[in-house]
């Protein structure tokens, strides 16, 4: 029977798919779901900062200066009333409480700021891990790369002096020099969690107007990931966990072969339902079987830029391959 076990941070996970956070893993019907479902564990929908810091508002007042993006004091001012920091850890607790697998809990912020805090409470009601996902986009025009790249490093060392669990972050690739961003940022957290999808942005040409691209992501969208994750596996301490375009079993396989520890999925589940989980299980493990593999261990980050006999010349070497092929794929 082959092995699909697999320590993530030190977790140990049934199999390599992960729920990504989503709607799905944001309430306790939709954390069953996807333990019935068969997923090695679950990232929970994340809360924000801006609800964290709302809620504790008689501790950090919170203004219209204070935000970083001050349209959104209306929003917050929602969210406080609908007690959404109670509501998360009690979703933490039950998750907990009703499943036996890794929890982890996922925080959307952009400051290290007064929020931090709360990453405590995550960890005391029993997140076995903590996802950052530290949504920057390199927008401002006024912003140099260190500047932005501080932020990152500051929420991550905040947050690892206030917790014991394991810290994951989830990051975007619009960065000048992202390998060795990456391997920086890999040195303080226990996994990279690659990449943040940011919103899509489109253009409706009939009410000349900007709207929401899709949420869903396209099968396509692996391939970058599979890049980076190649170009990152075996020569950086954090763990890897792929996000963004695994549709199917050939997808998780990709993302193992490239390097990941894990693969998350969100969009695949939406669209096929929590069913497609067995599906893709048994992609995995009839490959697995074909190919001779016991374990995910024996094939993981095979075919890493680590694991090539010439890491130096890999890319350029494709690049030329490519450039005088006359039929472009
Ligand atoms: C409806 C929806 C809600 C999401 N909400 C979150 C979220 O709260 N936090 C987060 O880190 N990622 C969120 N994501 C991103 C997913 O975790 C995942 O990284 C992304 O969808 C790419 O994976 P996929 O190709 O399997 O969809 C969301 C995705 C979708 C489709």
Request: with cysteine; proline share 3%.
């Amino acid at each position: 029977m082959a092995d699909l076990t697999t320590n993530y941070m030190g977790l140990e996970l049934s199999n390599p798919i992960v729920a990504a956070s989503s709607g799905l893993t944001g309430t306790i019907e939709g954390v069953l779901h996807c333990a019935q479902a068969g997923v090695g564990a679950i990232v929970l929908k994340s809360i924000f900062e801006e609800q964290i810091i709302s809620e504790v508002e008689g501790l950090y007042p919170v203004d219209h200066q204070s935000l970083a993006h001050p349209e959104a004091y209306d929003y917050i001012k929602a969210y406080g009333r609908d007690h959404a920091v109670d509501r998360y850890l009690t979703l933490i607790e039950q998750s907990k409480a009703k499943t036996k697998l890794p929890i982890i809990a996922s925080i959307h912020c952009e400051t290290a700021g007064a929020w931090t805090e709360f990453a405590a409470k995550v960890e005391d009601v029993g997140a076995d891990a903590l996802e950052l996902n530290v949504y920057l986009p390199p927008t401002q025009l006024v912003q140099s790369a260190a500047d932005l790249e501080r932020v990152y490093h500051d929420v991550v060392q905040v947050v690892k002096k206030t917790v014991k669990i394991p810290v994951s972050l989830k990051v975007g690739w619009h960065f000048t020099a992202l390998a060795g961003f990456l391997s920086t940022l890999g040195q303080k957290v226990d996994a990279l969690v690659i990449f943040n999808r940011f919103q899509r942005m489109d253009i409706d040409i009939d009410k000349v107007a900007l709207i929401s691209g899709s949420a869903s992501s396209k099968e396509s969208e692996l391939q970058e990931i599979l890049r980076w994750t190649s170009i990152l596996s075996g020569r950086i301490s954090a763990d890897l966990a792929a996000t963004t375009g695994i549709h199917s079993g050939a997808g998780v396989i990709k993302a193992l072969l490239a390097g990941a520890t894990v693969a998350q999925v969100a969009t695949a589940l939406y669209r096929h339902g929590f069913g497609h989980m067995s599906e893709m299980l048994n992609e995995v493990v009839d490959w697995m079987e074909a190919h001779g593999y016991n374990s995910v261990d024996e094939f993981r980050g095979i075919l890493s830029r680590a694991k090539t006999n010439t890491p130096d010349a890999y890319e350029r070497v494709q690049f030329m391959k490519l450039s005088v092929s006359t039929d472009p794929k």
